[in-house]
Nanobody
Framework: VQLQASGGGLVQAGDSLRLSCAAS????????LGWFRQAPGREPEFVAT??????RYADSVRGRFTISRDSAKNTVYLQMNRLKPEDTAVYYC?????????????????WGQGTLVTVSS
């Protein structure tokens, strides 16, 4: 399975962006899919995940970000609204073939290459 993240860019605080992560090599209809991010000088952190039993978010993004999937396109999205400068990071998508994963990066087997999101104040 290969994951290709895209959609990052430079935006201003309050703007929106939608990240995409397209999978190839396998249909991931039943996979758990997640987004993580890593800001400069900081540890990677969980952002959101979508599994067979729903979606979950980090407290810092709940209510602003939405994770979704399009099985026909083999793609997972992260809609980011009301962006803040503290959202600046490289965003990574990840996948777990068992269908369920939570907030730990070790629970995911496949990773995309990352896409940079920069939010200016």
């Amino acid at each position: 399975v290969q994951l290709q993240a895209s959609g990052g860019g430079l935006v201003q605080a309050g703007d929106s962006l939608r990240l995409s992560c397209a999978a190839s090599g396998h249909t991931f209809n039943n996979y758990a899919l997640g987004w993580f991010r890593q800001a400069p000088g900081r540890e990677p952190e969980f952002v959101a995940t979508i599994t067979w039993d729903g979606d979950r978010y980090a407290d810092s993004v709940r209510g602003r970000f939405t994770i979704s999937r399009d099985s026909a396109k083999n793609t997972v999205y992260l809609q980011m609204n009301r962006l803040k400068p503290e959202d600046t990071a490289v965003y990574y998508c990840a996948a777990n073939p068992t269908g369920w994963a939570d907030r730990r990066s070790s629970e995911y087997d496949y990773w995309g290459q990352g896409t940079l999101v920069t939010v200016s104040s």
